[in-house]
C-alpha cells in the first residue's frame, strides 16, 4: 500500500519569502508523483508532475519539485511567494503506467502569505 | 471549453433524506472517480469507474451509490445510510490511455441540518 506524509498542516510566510512544502511518500513499487492546489471553496487543479525524465520539475506559475528517489521525497519549493499563493496544496502518488489510476493524497498543507 | 462540471455547488440535506450529486464531464475520458475531503484528512476515495456500466468501491464506499449509464456522466447519490454525509465532494476524471493524471471538478458542498 502507499501512503503519502505532509507533516506540515499550515506555513505561514510573508510575501516575497522564500517556501518549502514538505511531502514524503512510502511505495514498494515505482510511482508517479504530484503536487494540486485548491484554492478556496474550488476544486483540485495540477500544479506539476513527475513522471519520469528529469528529477526536477516547474510549474508556470514559479513553482518547483524535486523528486528525490533515496529519500522518497517530493518537496515543493518557491524562492519567491506572492500573495495569490494563499492555498492548500495536496501531495499525492499514484502507481506508474497508463489504465485506472488510484491517487493517494496526503492530507494537505495550507500556505498563508502574509505581506 | 473541455472540463468536468458538478451541480449543485451548495446542497442542504434534512437528515434521513437522498441526494444526488451531478458530474459531467466533456473530456472524452473513460475513468471518473469521486472523492470525499474533510479538513484535515485530504482526499478520500469514495467510488470509481473505468467504463460505462461498471463501477467499483473505493475506500469509503458505505453509505453511497453511484451509477454510470453514460460515459460523460458519474452521479453520485448520498444515501441516509451515510452516517456522517456534511463534506465536500469532488469528482474526477482520466484519460486511461495516457499517463496524464486526474482532472477535478469544482467540488458540491453537502451540509445535513
Known amino acids: 500500500a502507499q501512503s503519502v506524509t505532509q507533516l506540515d498542516s499550515q506555513v505561514p510566510v510573508f510575501e516575497e519569502a522564500p517556501v518549502e512544502l514538505r511531502c514524503n511518500y512510502s511505495s514498494s513499487v515505482s510511482v508517479y508523483l504530484f503536487w494540486y492546489v485548491q484554492y478556496p471553496n474550488q476544486g483540485l487543479q495540477l500544479l506539476l508532475k513527475y513522471l519520469s525524465g528529469s528529477t526536477l520539475v516547474e510549474s508556470i506559475n514559479g513553482f518547483e519539485a524535486e523528486f528525490n528517489k533515496s529519500q522518497t521525497s517530493f518537496h515543493l519549493r518557491k524562492p519567491s511567494v506572492h500573495i495569490s499563493d494563499t492555498a492548500e496544496y495536496f501531495c499525492?502518488?499514484?502507481?506508474?503506467?497508463?489504465?485506472?489510476?488510484?491517487?493517494?493524497f496526503g492530507t494537505g498543507t495550507r500556505l498563508l502569505v502574509s505581506p | 471549453d473541455g472540463g468536468i462540471t458538478q451541480s449543485p455547488k451548495y446542497l442542504f440535506r434534512k437528515e434521513g433524506q437522498n441526494v444526488t450529486l451531478s458530474c459531467e464531464q466533456n473530456l472524452n475520458h473513460d475513468a471518473m472517480y469521486w472523492y470525499r475531503q474533510d479538513p484535515g484528512q485530504g482526499l478520500r476515495l469514495i467510488y470509481y469507474?473505468?467504463?460505462?456500466?461498471?463501477?467499483q468501491k473505493g475506500d469509503i464506499a458505505e453509505g453511497y451509490s453511484v451509477s454510470r449509464e453514460k460515459k460523460e456522466s458519474f452521479p453520485l447519490t448520498v444515501t441516509s445510510a451515510q452516517k456522517n454525509p456534511t463534506a465536500f465532494y469532488l469528482c474526477?476524471?482520466?484519460?486511461?490511455?495516457?499517463?496524464?493524471?486526474?482532472?477535478f471538478g469544482p467540488g458540491t458542498r453537502l451540509t445535513v441540518l
Open positions: 469507474s473505468q467504463i460505462v456500466n461498471d463501477f
Open positions: 474526477a476524471s482520466k484519460d486511461i490511455a495516457s499517463t496524464d493524471t486526474q482532472y
Open positions: 499525492a502518488v499514484s502507481d506508474r503506467g497508463t489504465g485506472f489510476q488510484k491517487l493517494v
